[in-house]
C-alpha cells in the first residue's frame, strides 16, 4: 500500500470517508442535515483542509471549529468520526503521512471537543 503522496491521495481519503460518513448511522444524520443537495463544495473544502494540514498547501480558508460548535454533536460521534477516518486511511494507505493524517485528526477531534466542552459550560454560566 502507498502513503497519502498529494492532492490525488487525499482526494481519495475525503471522498472514501465521506462515503462512510453519508452512510454512517451515528454522524451521517448530523452530516446530512447540514448538507443538503451538493456534497461537492464541502469535499473541495475537504482537499484544501487537508492538502494544506499534511503538506503546507495554502489554499484553505475557513473556521472549522466555528461550522462545528452549533451542531448537536458529542463525545459519541467524535470518537464515530475518528475511527471512519482511522479506518478509511487504513484501508488505502500506509506510511509516515497516513500515520499523521490519524494523529492529526484524533488531536483535532480532541481539541473541537474540549473547546465544545468549555462554550457550552460558559453557556451555562451566562444563562
Known amino acids: 500500500m502507498k502513503d497519502i503522496e498529494d492532492i490525488n ?3 481519495i481519503m475525503v471522498d472514501s470517508f465521506y462515503d462512510s460518513v453519508r452512510a454512517d448511522e451515528v454522524i451521517g444524520p448530523v452530516f446530512s442535515a447540514v448538507i443538503t443537495g451538493d456534497w ?3 469535499l473541495n473544502k475537504m482537499y484544501a483542509f487537508w492538502n494544506a494540514a499534511l503538506f503546507g498547501v495554502q489554499g484553505f480558508k475557513g473556521n472549522p471549529f466555528a461550522k462545528h460548535a452549533p451542531l448537536p454533536i458529542n ?3 467524535f470518537k464515530r468520526w475518528t475511527a471512519l477516518f482511522d479506518q478509511t486511511i487504513d484501508r488505502h494507505f500506509s506510511g509516515e503521512v497516513a500515520e499523521k493524517a490519524k494523529l492529526r485528526a484524533g ?3 480532541e481539541m473541537f471537543q474540549h473547546k465544545l466542552a ?3 459550560d460558559m453557556a ?3 444563562l
Request: charged share 20%; hydrophobic share 45%; no cysteine.
Open 40 to 42: 461537492q463544495p464541502h
Open 75 to 77: 463525545k459519541l460521534h
Open 118 to 120: 468549555m462554550a457550552r
Open 9 to 11: 491521495s487525499i482526494k
Open 107 to 109: 488531536l483535532m477531534s
Open 124 to 126: 451555562k454560566v451566562i
